[in-house]
């Protein structure tokens, strides 16, 4: 019986912790990479609740140690995949059913365990796994994701508050159900916040999900799962396989029941889906939900006025922090003649204290990039460049090696062509382009900013005169869906700055934020009319 209303406070984000030598943390975290790198694991499929095992087994190995194995995880083929979404829409009546303090339950639970039962094998997982060093995993695996769970929460909260007037005589509410049918998250590499959050945030909402992240995060959303189904997540609620691409989106966006897709990933990937879906469109039950975050080709713009260190530290960081593998680094910047000679000096000088290496010693601040194919991706761009094709020139790095793990030297490239193509396209790694730009020119060249790239996620100005910031967030208003000033256009917390673009980087629906929630709930509004009228006259009519 549910007789009360409950109430979910607003959360505070999950605090940071340093790693720092000598604290208890680092000693923790060593512990588990340790012992996680002493076994190797053989990840199942988790349909229906049950340990899934195709015998279809595909290697792990650490991006940055390739030479050693990590375990296996199960491939999934065409009958897994249909197996997933059986045991979703046969868990979706009691799921959808279950009142919500019990549901957001779970969740809070889940969250807790991530913060501190679960906490260093989820960062060993992500740092060993996905390449990232123990920081990077610490403000993605493990705050990141304790904050989706518990803002979403809250977030759900307030939604399901929210209720129509009701004048005399009626009471008007509104019922804020799943979709109807199963929901689909794809999910990307580079972030296992993001891996984990996609299929949560759907099934916080009542629905039911098939779940299918890159073969590259396998590694730690086995631990995703395994603290869900310790949170008490029942049986098909969420499932999770492994298939490729191709194959879960035949098999998803043909199905009848088909309800939605999470997705955060790059923007071709995007388009070919929401295509599928189009075509499809009358097999469906009810108008599928599309939400897609995707790519970026994120800016920072130095107005002549700009600091110069802040400049320096937004570029050093929001480039090269994983590797450049944020949707959000810092991958073309502008600089104005009267100060870029002195950013890009101590740009380079900066560059070149970047350690890189394996994520287990702690001194690197860059590790690998995620596998062959981006490896091979990026060093062609390098290439290119170093073999003379275009306005172009490397000013630090530009070397790469695949010996032990695949490595790409943070590179920063100087072109003097501003549509020069490493301007324009997403490599997704450690390299960041400069543009020099004539000082005095410096309202004309935002319109560069503003049409070099098909995106708009993220992009950072900097200045120190308050007319020319006013100017610039008036003028690069559609350029971005998160635009910082005087900071790195990277590292969005959940709660204070919501995440998505719009153009070619997406729907813009901002994972972790009420926007977001709203799209996997179908309203239904109910009109009760305590005493019914019994004659369909009115007045009007009557005669005079
Ligand atoms: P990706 O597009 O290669 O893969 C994303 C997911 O889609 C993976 O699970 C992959 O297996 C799956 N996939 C690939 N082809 C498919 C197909 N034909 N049908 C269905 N699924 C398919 O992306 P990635 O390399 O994992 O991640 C990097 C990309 O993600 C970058 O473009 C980055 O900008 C973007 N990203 C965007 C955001 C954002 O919030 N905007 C956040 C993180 C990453």
């Known amino acids: 019986m549910n007789n009360a209303y409950f109430d979910f406070k607003e959360p505070k984000n999950e605090p940071v912790k340093s790693y720092a030598p000598g604290s208890p943390e680092r000693k923790a975290l060593q512990e588990a990479l340790a012992e996680m790198k ?44 249909c197996d997933a979404i059986d045991a979703a829409l046969a868990a979706r009546e009691s799921w959808a059913n279950m009142n919500w303090e019990h549901r957001a339950a779970i969740f809070m639970k889940a969250a807790e365990l991530l913060a501190t039962k679960y906490r260093y094998k989820m960062n060993a997982a ?23 769970f518990r803002f979403n929460v809250y977030f759900l909260s307030q939604i399901y508050k929210q209720q129509p007037i009701s004048p005399e005589g009626f009471n008007n509410r509104m019922e804020y159900r799943p979709l109807e049918g199963f929901v689909l998250a794809v999910t990307p590499f580079n972030f296992t916040a993001i891996g984990g959050n996609l299929p949560a945030c759907m099934a ?8 299918k992240p890159a073969n590259t995060q396998v590694y730690s959303a086995k631990v995703i799962m395994d603290i869900l189904i310790e949170a008490g997540l029942p049986a098909g609620v969420i499932n999770l396989v492994y298939p490729s691409g191709p194959v879960v989106g035949e098999i998803c966006f043909s199905h009848p029941y088909f309800a939605g897709v999470h997705f955060t990933g790059s923007t071709g990937v995007f388009q070919t889906m929401w295509k599928s879906i189009g075509a499809n469109i009358d097999r469906f039950k009810s108008y599928p939900r599309i939400v897609g975050e995707t790519g970026g080709k994120d800016f920072v713009f130095a107005h002549p006025s700009s600091n110069v260190d802040a400049v320096v530290t937004a570029l050093a960081r929001g480039a090269f922090e994983y590797q450049g593998q944020k949707c959000s680094a810092a991958s073309r910047a502008y600089l104005p003649s009267n100060i870029s000679q002195e950013i890009l000096d101590k740009l380079v000088a900066e560059v070149g204290t970047m350690k890189m290496g394996p994520v287990d010693d702690f001194t690197n601040f860059v590790n690998a990039v995620i596998d062959e194919k981006s490896f091979n991706n990026i060093a062609g761009y390098l290439d290119n460049v170093k073999n003379g094709n275009g306005d172009a020139k490397i000013l630090c790095g530009g070397n790469y090696d695949s010996s032990k793990g695949w490595y790409i030297e943070p590179t920063v490239i100087l072109t003097t062509d501003p549509s020069y193509v490493t301007m324009c396209e997403e490599l997704f790694g450690p390299v960041l382009t400069i543009y020099v730009y004539e000082a005095d ?24 005169d308050r007319y020319a910031i006013e100017y610039m967030t008036k003028k690069l208003v559609n350029c971005a869906g998160n635009f910082y000033i005087n900071d790195k256009p990277s590292g969005a917390v959940v709660g204070q700055q919501p995440f998505g673009g719009a153009r070619a980087s997406g729907t813009n629906d901002k994972a972790g934020s009420i926007l977001n929630l709203y799209r996997w709930l179908s309203a239904r509004t109910i009109k009760e009319t305590h005493v019914p009228v019994t004659n369909y006259r009115y007045p009007f009519h009557q005669p005079d």
């Open 204 to 211: 916080m909402c009542g629905n039911v999900v098939v779940w």
């Open 38 to 81: 002493s076994q190797q694991v053989d990840i199942p499929m988790y349909i229906d609740g049950q340990e899934v095992r195709s015998g279809n087994k595909k290697e792990i190995r650490p991006p940055h140690e390739t030479g050693h194995l990590l375990g296996h995880f199960h491939a999934s083929d065409e009958e897994h995949v």
């Open 441 to 464: 020119n410096w309202k004309e060249e935002l319109e560069i900013v503003d049409s070099t790239s098909p995106y708009a996620l993220t992009g950072a100005i900097f200045s120190q």
């Open 126 to 148: 992500t740092m060993l796994g996905q390449s990232k060093n123990a920081f990077q995993a610490e403000i993605d695996s493990a705050c990141e994701l304790v904050d989706f």
